[in-house]
């Protein structure tokens, strides 16, 4: 291979599709030649340049690769080996998936389940990654379908990546699922994923009192602000919201009551610097409790040089579930 394109935030303005060889490699152990990659809310702000994720420039973007092992001086991978990567800095501190080629470190990379197709984990990416580390943090907290009985599980953000993810999986594993969504012609689309009731995205947003009717046995929030602030106030007792998202902003303007009264834990979760063992036991929970059919219903497949415009819809809140692209098929 002489060369390759990848798509590269130069620093101003937007990011471009440009040219480049194994010279323009960073250091890595291990060389991927990459299938697929992911649009995710963080992509977005990359590739328009309107969010400052890269840290340094020329950056690669793209912050999800799956592919196939092209060399390796780690004893752990072969050429030939199928792998996932996501987060560890992808188009933040290291380039990223949205390039025919990567070195990356072979401390990052997951063997691809086997369960899944590389195209489904990238499918999956870090979004569905997000979502399985959500719900992994409420059963840890305690939350189960038995407990949660009387009441739903709310999804803020539902039919976005993440949130469509988490709705599958929760409906999946037994809970009665709310959904919440500012856009009332995706009911169906969530309904069709397990979601058992529709929430409207303006009904959270707007502050409430501090401590508000109980209604939700527990959460997922991908909204931040002051949605996940009315979330809180409307959490039962011993409940718990696991918070990953900032699409309403990274506010929060909600007072000690809802923790202090009824004991309500927020948890926060990360899935970018996530430990190897425990993003090892997502992935595999993954590909055994997310239904496939599910996956690929809310999936969309899309070359790689319409990402430019697809950065600028995941912005603007105008795609569903979640988009794969596929870098091998080049432009």
């Known amino acids: ?23 323009d490699l960073p250091a890595g152990d291990v060389v991927v030649d990459v299938a697929y990659s992911s649009l995710n809310y ?3 702000l990359a590739v328009t340049g309107k969010g400052k994720i890269a840290r340094s420039f020329p950056m690669v973007c793209g912050i999800d690769l799956a592919g196939t092992v092209a060399s390796s001086d780690s004893p752990d991978w072969a050429p030939g080996d199928e792998v996932v990567v996501t987060g560890w800095g992808l188009s933040e501190t290291h380039p990223g998936g949205y390039s025919r080629r990567q070195a990356l470190r072979s401390g990052w990379l997951v063997r691809r389940p086997e369960r899944l197709s590389l195209a489904q984990t990238m499918a999956v990416g870090t979004a569905g990654l997000t979502a399985m580390l959500c719900v992994m943090a409420l059963e840890h907290h305690g939350v189960t379908p038995e407990l949660a009985a009387d009441g739903e599980v709310l999804v803020t ?38 979601a058992t009731t529709i929430v409207e995205r303006s009904a959270l947003e707007a502050q409430g ?3 508000d009717k109980e209604r939700w046995s527990a959460a997922i929030d991908t909204v931040g602000s002051s949605t996940l602030a009315t979330v809180l106030s409307q959490t039962r007792y011993r409940g718990a919201v696991a918070a990953c998202g900032l699409a ?10 809802p923790f202090i009264l009824r004991n309500v834990a927020l948890l ?15 992935w595999q929970r993954l590909a055994t409790d997310l239904p496939l059919e599910h996956l690929d219903a809310m999936t969309t497949v899309e070359p790689f ?9 995941i912005l603007a809140g105008k795609t569903r579930g979640r988009v794969v692209i596929d870098v091998a098929g080049g432009s």
């Open 1 to 23: 291979m002489d060369t390759f394109q990848a798509m590269v935030a130069s620093g101003s303005g937007p990011a471009s599709i440009v040219e480049l060889s194994d010279a």
């Open 42 to 44: 963080k992509d977005g």
């Open 157 to 194: 953000g539902a039919a976005g990546g993440v949130g469509s993810v988490a709705v599958a999986l929760l409906a999946r594993l037994g809970y009665s699922v709310a959904a919440s969504t500012g856009r009332p012609a995706e009911a169906g689309y969530l309904t069709s994923l397990g």
């Open 209 to 211: 009192r501090p401590l």
């Open 248 to 257: 309403g902003g990274n506010d929060l303007p909600v007072t000690v009551l």
């Open 268 to 282: 926060g979760v990360d899935s970018v610097q996530c430990p190897a063992a425990i993003r090892a036991e997502a």
């Open 305 to 313: 040089a319409k990402l430019p415009e697809l950065a600028e819809a």
